[in-house]
């Protein structure tokens, strides 16, 4: 079983940044790719960034640029760090690590 908890975020100005932390516990073996989504009231839920197993990153367009995934094996820890924070980037934001195992969400909530 594993174990998923996300972490960081918060309520933040337009223009300012958010760490966001998604740390797994449990049986975990390897390394695998993990996702960043986002999920915004009333809309589906999106792809926000990707790091693959071999460390391999791809962000979506409306967030390349502003935002860095990367991941420390040995914490099983994998981070989405997020600067010029627009309102629009306001959303639950979860990590689905190994695309495999979700964690709870942690809102973002960004003023303008």
């Known amino acids: 079983q594993v174990q998923v908890v996300e972490s960081g975020g918060g309520l933040v100005q337009a223009g300012g940044s958010l760490r966001l932390s998604c740390a797994a516990s449990?049986?975990?073996?390897?390394?695998?790719?993990t996702d960043w989504y986002r999920q915004a009231p009333g809309k589906q839920r999106e792809l926000v960034a990707t790091?693959?197993?071999?460390?391999?990153?791809n962000y979506a367009d409306f967030v390349k640029g502003r935002f860095t995934i990367s991941r420390d094996n040995a914490k099983n820890t994998v981070y989405l760090q997020m600067n010029s924070l627009k309102p629009e980037d306001t959303a639950v934001y979860y990590c689905?690590?190994?695309?495999?195992?979700w964690g709870q969400g942690t809102q973002v909530t960004v003023s303008s």
């Open positions: 689905n690590f190994h695309r495999a195992y």
């Open positions: 449990g049986r975990i073996f390897g390394i695998k790719s």
């Open positions: 790091i693959t197993s071999g460390g391999t990153t």
